[in-house]
Structure formats: structure tokens, C-alpha cells
């Protein structure tokens, strides 16, 4: 098991910024790639971010492209969601994830963090 616990997350009218923190229980942390994805009402989890065990490979959703910034610090276990240009549409509540890969899709990820809530207000 690798305990995540995301945090940062808020409510910030549009065109604000957040930064959300994802703390891995682990010694292993380096050893996974991680991932941000989020959930809207309705809606299937969708991805948002990964990077590398090293933190040198990105993969970014289309949407956030420009606008998100994934980055990690594995001294201190800690994966970061740095948001900015935030919209209304990106409400929702947001998962850190850890897995072998830098994947895009839910399934390949093992461990996953019991979320944090985003409301972007118009």
C-alpha cells in the first residue's frame, strides 16, 4: 500500500491559481511515476498530469497544457498540481495516483489518494 493524501484544494474565482500537494506515506516514492486526475459531478475521471519517477518526462491533458504545471520533490515525497488561469470548467475534485508509468488512463494506476475538492467560480 502507498498512503496519498492530496491537499490545496479550494475555492478561487476564475483566472486564479492553486497549487495542490499530493504526501506519499512511502520509501518507496521515487519509485513511481505519479499522476493528477480529477472527477467532475456526472463525469468520469478524467487525466490531467504525470511525471516520471525522476521528474524530467511531463504528459499533460490537453486542456490544462499551458495552464497546469506538474512538477515533484522526492526528498520530501511530495508530488505538486501548480494551477493556473483557472476555469469554471475545472471544478471538480482532484486525485493524486502512483503507478510504474507515466500513463493517461485510470487502470494504470495502483494507488490513489482520497481526493481534493476544486470549485472555480465564474
Known amino acids: 500500500q502507498v498512503p496519498l493524501v492530496e491537499s490545496g484544494g479550494g475555492l478561487v474565482q476564475a483566472g486564479g491559481s492553486l497549487r495542490l500537494s499530493c504526501v506519499a506515506s512511502t520509501r518507496t516514492f521515487a519509485n513511481f511515476a505519479m499522476g493528477w486526475f480529477r472527477q467532475a459531478p456526472g463525469k468520469e475521471r478524467e487525466f490531467v498530469a504525470a511525471i516520471n519517477w525522476r521528474g524530467d518526462s511531463t504528459k499533460y491533458a490537453d486542456s490544462v497544457k499551458g495552464r497546469f504545471t506538474i512538477s515533484r520533490d522526492n526528498a520530501k515525497n511530495t508530488v505538486y498540481l501548480q494551477m493556473q488561469g483557472l476555469k469554471p470548467e475545472d471544478t471538480a475534485v482532484y486525485y493524486c495516483?502512483?503507478?510504474?508509468?507515466?500513463?493517461?488512463?485510470?487502470?494504470?494506476?495502483?494507488?490513489w489518494g482520497q481526493g481534493t475538492q476544486v470549485t472555480v467560480s465564474s
Open positions: 495516483a502512483a503507478g510504474p508509468f507515466t500513463a493517461q488512463t485510470v487502470l494504470e494506476y495502483d494507488y
